[in-house]
């Protein structure tokens, strides 16, 4: 973890997801349509609405992100 102004801004950050080790995705936070500020607004709105953010909508976003299907065994990492 990092403060805001160690890591200075969230404007051009490299994000990567990987599913069992095979990079999946990669991308930066200034090719986003919505910004990160919006994003964390939604996420905790989700949390505290739900109690949890459920597992169910990360794993789908990764299925249909990645083209294929994650096993109940398969690793999806997320990479900041």
Known sequence: MVTLDEM????????TMTVNTVVMQEGNT?????????????INHELLANNKLQRSVVTRAAQMSAGGVVTPAGQITYEV
Do not use: E
């Open 8 to 15: 200075g801004g969230v404007d051009n950050l490299n994000l």
């Open 30 to 42: 200034r090719d986003l349509i919505f910004s990160i500020p919006f994003l964390m607004a939604y």
